[in-house]
């Protein structure tokens, strides 16, 4: 078994053997998208462009939906809701609905990240880092995989600081729970190098992201609340994963 992290999708391999992938974008894709199915969302289509998000979403017969997505982080023009996880917290406009869903950075590592991969995959965010690290565990011990990647959505086809920190987070906990079974998973530099900056920055999770060249971006357009949002550890404890059409919870 071997952890690996992937700093950007375009780093990910075309095709992976036995593999499980994790697509963490904690600003702010997943975890919008995680906080979105804890509050009633039936579902969320992820989709490359804002059109063909649009062209689905009217195409689709009786099914009540909402168009959700950014670019540049701002909201895409004429979408009913954009990347903010709060904008997600009203059960009663959400609930019951499909999302059709296209970000800058996070969508389109969902769909790199499934192609690679052909299996289920996974969302996490530090709104969910135990669930999705047990889960993982779960799914890689019961499919008797020899690789975990941990896919960091990044931000323009570069590595971003608090996917980083979030994806140490996650391999340490994996780590943990799997030599808690007597596995000893092979790490690769990079997981080792996110693993230690995690550790000193653990009880940090707010400055990382508030120091991050995104969340200072996010914080000069008006967003200082989103990074409140996203950096709070443990917040939901479901797993959504994608199975390359749409994103729901995991029912494991």
Request: aromatic share 8%; with cysteine.
């Amino acid at each position: 078994m071997k952890i690996d992290i992937i700093l950007a999708p375009r780093l990910l391999p075309l095709r992976l053997e036995d593999a499980i992938c994790v697509v963490i974008d904690v600003l702010r894709a997943t975890t919008t998208v995680i906080t979105a199915l804890a509050n009633g969302v039936r579902e969320v289509n992820p989709f490359l462009t804002a059109v063909e998000a649009r062209r689905v979403a009217e195409s689709a017969d009786n099914i009540p939906f909402l168009l959700g997505g950014e670019r540049k982080g701002l909201r895409i023009p004429g979408f009913h809701l954009g990347n903010s996880p709060s904008e997600y917290l009203d059960s009663g406009q959400i609930s019951g609905r499909a999302i059709y869903f296209s970000t800058t950075n996070g969508t389109p590592a969902l769909r790199r990240a499934f192609q690679s991969s052909n299996r289920p995959v996974y969302l996490g965010a530090l709104v969910n880092l135990s669930a999705v690290s047990l889960a993982i565990v779960q799914a890689a011990t019961k499919n008797a995989l020899r690789s975990i990647f941990l896919v960091c959505a990044g931000r323009h086809g570069r590595p971003s600081l608090e996917d980083l920190y979030c994806a140490g987070l996650i391999a340490q906990s994996l780590w943990s729970k799997f030599t808690e079974s007597e596995i000893s998973p092979e790490l690769s530099d990079t997981t080792v190098l996110a693993i230690e900056y995690a550790k000193t920055n653990r009880d940090k999770p707010l400055t990382v992201l508030t120091e991050s060249e995104h969340g200072q971006y996010l914080q000069e357009i008006g967003f200082t609340a989103d990074l409140e949002f996203a950096s709070q550890i443990d917040k939901y404890d479901i797993v959504p994963y994608f199975d390359g059409k749409r994103i729901i919870i995991s029912p494991e």
